[in-house]
């Protein structure tokens, strides 16, 4: 969600995923926003015989956004650089939990997220099959995921 560029990793999310497609077949994957590897990625999910699976959706406005979140199994974010990151929060505080690259600054805040190297796909993938497998991991990742949202806010309102 957001831009489709080389900072975001788009690219390793696609990989990903036609890795989890192997083994979950009816999974369904969103890439939502635009950017200068937009076309690419869909050339790619085709490449990779998924694009039936990898739905682009452009930009979302607040409310669809809200709603993504809210739909949504998983959030991944496998950005290659990224300073902090706002979305995995939105996607916790909206009770999805969140699988993020080790190399984001929010990495260093989310206690309760899954935690992956961008360029790792085939860990990415198991980290994606794991939590669509394990209702268990699902609910404690997304009830600790809203709580430790609750508490970035407080600190950051109270500049503690």
Do not use: C
């Not at 926003?33 to 694009?51: K, N, T, Y």
């Not at 190297?117 to 268990?136: C, Q, R, T, Y």
């Amino acid at each position: 969600l957001g831009r489709i560029t080389l900072q975001k990793g788009p690219d390793y999310f696609v990989h990903a995923a036609a890795k989890v497609l192997k083994k979950n077949p009816k999974a369904v994957f969103i890439l939502s926003g635009s950017g200068d590897m937009e076309e690419e990625m869909m050339r790619l999910a085709a490449q990779l015989g998924i694009s039936d699976r990898v739905l682009f959706t452009g930009f979302l406005r607040e409310d669809e956004r809200d709603e993504a979140y809210a739909s949504a199994d998983l959030f991944v974010m496998p950005s290659v650089s990224e300073p902090f990151g706002i979305a995995p929060l939105e996607a916790m505080k909206s009770g999805t939990p969140v699988l993020i690259s080790k190399q984001s600054g929010i990495a260093e805040v989310v206690k309760h997220a899954l935690k992956v190297d961008f360029w790792d796909v085939d860990e990415m993938a198991n980290k994606i099959l794991s939590a669509l497998a394990h209702p268990g991991l699902h609910a404690t990742l997304a009830e600790n995921g809203k709580r430790s949202v609750a508490e970035i806010v407080g600190r950051i309102a109270f500049g503690g």
